[in-house]
C-alpha cells in the first residue's frame, strides 16, 4: 500500500486566497484525520470523519476552514480566505474501524505558507 | 479533560547511552496511550501502544515504554541510543471511557543523540 497521500507536499500562497488541501487515506481505513501542526500549538485535531462522515470538527479553527470527504478514498481540506496565522504543516492521518485503539498511519503533509 | 504534558522540549543523550523521553498524562478514564516519531519533513510514524496488559510495552525500533497508573505516566525507553534516533517524539492519549477517535497529542520531545 502507497500510504495515506497528501497534496501538494508546498503550497505557498498570498493572503486572502483559497486553499485546498487534498489527502488519499489508505484503502480500506474508515476513518480520516485532520491535523495542523505549527511550533506555538503543536499537533492539533481539526476534524475527523468515519465513513466519509463528519463526526468531530471541533478543533476546527474558524469558518474559514472547512473539510469534506465526498467518498472513501478523497478528502480535501479548504482555508477561504486563508491569512498568515495559518500557516502551518497540516496532516492527514487514517485508521481501520476495527476498534479504538487502532493506528493511525500519518501522511507526510502539507506545508503551508501564506504570506 | 484529557491532556498530555511532554515535560522535556529536548533531550541530548550520547550514542550507546540509555534513553528516557517522558510522558504524563491525565484522562477521566483509562487510558489507551501511543507513542509516534517524526522524522524531518516526514509525518508522524507509529512506536507502540499500550491498550491493557503488560505495563512494559515493546515496540519498534528497539523502544519500550513503560505504563505506569499510579505516576499517570508512560515513559519512552530505549536501553542503547543511536544517531539515527535522533527525532521529534510524541505521545498521545486517548480516554477509552469516552471513547471516539480523539487523540490528544504532547507537544513533543526532540532527541538529540550524538555520536
Known amino acids: 500500500d502507497a500510504g495515506v497521500i497528501q497534496s501538494p507536499r508546498h503550497e505557498v500562497t498570498e493572503m486572502g486566497q483559497e486553499v485546498t488541501l487534498r489527502c488519499k487515506p489508505i484503502?480500506?481505513?474508515?476513518?480520516l484525520f485532520w491535523y495542523r501542526q505549527t511550533m506555538m500549538r503543536g499537533l492539533e485535531l481539526l476534524i475527523y470523519f468515519n465513513n466519509n462522515v463528519p463526526i468531530d470538527d471541533s478543533g476546527m479553527p474558524e469558518d474559514r476552514f472547512s473539510a469534506k470527504m465526498p467518498n472513501a478514498s478523497f478528502s480535501t481540506l479548504k482555508i477561504q480566505p486563508s491569512e498568515p496565522r495559518d500557516s502551518a504543516v497540516y496532516f492527514c492521518?487514517?485508521?481501520?474501524?476495527?476498534?479504538?485503539?487502532?493506528?493511525?498511519?500519518f501522511g507526510p503533509g502539507t506545508r503551508l505558507l501564506v504570506l | 479533560a484529557q491532556s498530555v504534558a511532554q515535560p522535556e522540549d529536548q533531550v541530548n543523550v550520547a550514542e550507546g547511552n540509555p534513553l528516557t523521553v517522558k510522558c504524563t498524562y491525565s484522562v477521566s478514564g483509562n487510558p489507551y496511550l501511543f507513542w509516534y516519531v517524526q522524522y524531518p519533513n516526514r509525518g508522524l510514524q507509529f512506536l507502540l501502544k499500550?491498550?491493557?496488559?503488560?505495563?512494559l510495552v515493546k515496540g519498534s525500533y528497539g523502544f519500550e515504554a513503560e505504563f505506569n497508573k499510579s505516576q499517570t505516566s508512560f515513559h519512552l525507553k530505549k536501553p542503547s541510543a543511536l544517531v539515527s534516533d535522533s527525532a521529534l517524539y510524541f505521545c498521545a492519549v486517548r480516554d477509552r471511557r469516552t471513547g471516539g477517535f480523539k487523540t490528544i497529542f504532547g507537544a513533543g520531545t526532540r532527541l538529540f543523540v550524538k555520536a
Open positions: 484503502s480500506g481505513h474508515d476513518y
Open positions: 499500550y491498550i491493557t496488559g503488560d505495563n
Open positions: 492521518a487514517s485508521s481501520r474501524a476495527l476498534a479504538i485503539q487502532e493506528t493511525q498511519y
